[in-house]
């Protein structure tokens, strides 16, 4: 596991995130920051989501919301920025500062594609986001840490990891349950989608990675010791990470190829920085921002183009 001692020495404000997952609360089966959080480093509002920022203001996801347009971020915690310094420089907020209206950052550490669905509902009243982006990156990093999968109600969260471990009749074994998690992955991230388009509204897939897809880390990153296993736990879920990422890369690109829905960040894995194993850096961020952002241009000009013509 990354050695933060050094990596909180490089970069102090990280330790201002790991102290506060001491403040993670549990929504059912879903995590979330506590509420109106406020530290030097980032802040969340009072339903515990991080704070976006337009313009130099900052805007709770309800602010964005009541905005005239406005677009939402669906992901877990690499899409809500954890370590980044400063909500400014989350995607969310990199993304409205681009187009000029406000992104809600309503991602939550751990969250799956089946949470973030619930999520995408309770947000589909009032006026609809402009355009969805979603990274179904937790899913994957849930499924590597436990080893196990229901292709319905995807994997256990760390709170209930330990139970659902000790109540099982036989060992986890990840192999025999790939086929329920990558049906899982497919049924909710297509369900996300269709949910999108029964509503008009567009949407980006991200192809989110993590350091393990990289073959030649950053001398900063070997300096931080990324990818190096401590625990026993540790080791067998970084090796599910090198296993699993192609075939869950794979039932992206086909969710996204069957569907015809855009998937940004191909390509990018060798070019990203991470902060540790699974969170990007700054540059990391600005670069698969970038990507999102080219995806995104011509599907909101194309929105414009059809409601000017509407309205003419």
Not at 99 to 113: I, K, Q, R, W, Y
Not at 114 to 132: C, D, E, K, W
């Amino acid at each position: 596991m990354a050695d933060y001692q050094k990596i909180i020495a490089a970069r102090p404000e990280v330790g201002e995130f790991i102290r506060a997952r001491r403040a993670i609360r549990y929504r059912g089966e879903a995590m979330s920051y506590a509420p109106n959080l406020k530290c030097d480093s980032f802040s969340t509002d009072g339903s515990g989501f991080r704070h976006s920022v337009l313009r130099g203001e900052s805007l709770s996801v309800a602010e964005s919301r009541r905005s005239r347009r406005y677009g939402l971020v669906l992901g877990a915690s690499n899409s809500f920025g954890f370590g980044l310094a400063g909500n400014e420089n989350t995607m969310s907020s990199l993304l409205g500062e681009r187009f000029g209206f406000p992104f809600a950052n309503v991602s939550m550490p751990g969250a799956n594609s089946r949470n973030l669905h619930s999520l995408l509902m309770a947000f589909l009243s009032g006026i609809r986001p402009a355009v969805v982006v979603h990274s179904s990156g937790g899913d994957l990093s849930t499924f590597c840490e436990s080893s196990l999968a229901d292709p319905v109600f995807g994997s256990p969260n760390r709170a209930q990891l330990k139970t659902v471990v000790k109540q099982a009749s036989q060992r986890a074994n990840a192999e025999a349950d790939l086929p329920k998690f990558l049906a899982f992955t497919t049924l909710w991230t297509s369900a996300i989608v269709n949910l999108c388009r029964a509503h008009a509204i567009p949407i980006v897939l991200v192809q989110q990675g993590t350091f393990f897809e990289k073959r030649n880390p950053s001398r900063l990153e070997q300096h931080f010791r990324l990818g190096e296993p401590i625990l026993s736990s540790h080791a067998r879920q970084f090796e599910n990470h090198k296993k699993f990422n192609q075939p869950f890369s794979a039932a992206r690109k086909s969710v996204s190829d069957r569907l015809g829905i855009p998937l940004a960040g191909v390509g990018l894995s060798e070019s990203l920085t991470f902060i540790d194993e699974f969170h990007c850096d700054y540059d990391g961020t600005r670069l698969l921002t970038n990507a999102v952002g080219d995806v995104i241009e011509p599907m909101i000009q194309l929105k414009e183009t059809r409601s000017t013509l509407r309205v003419g």
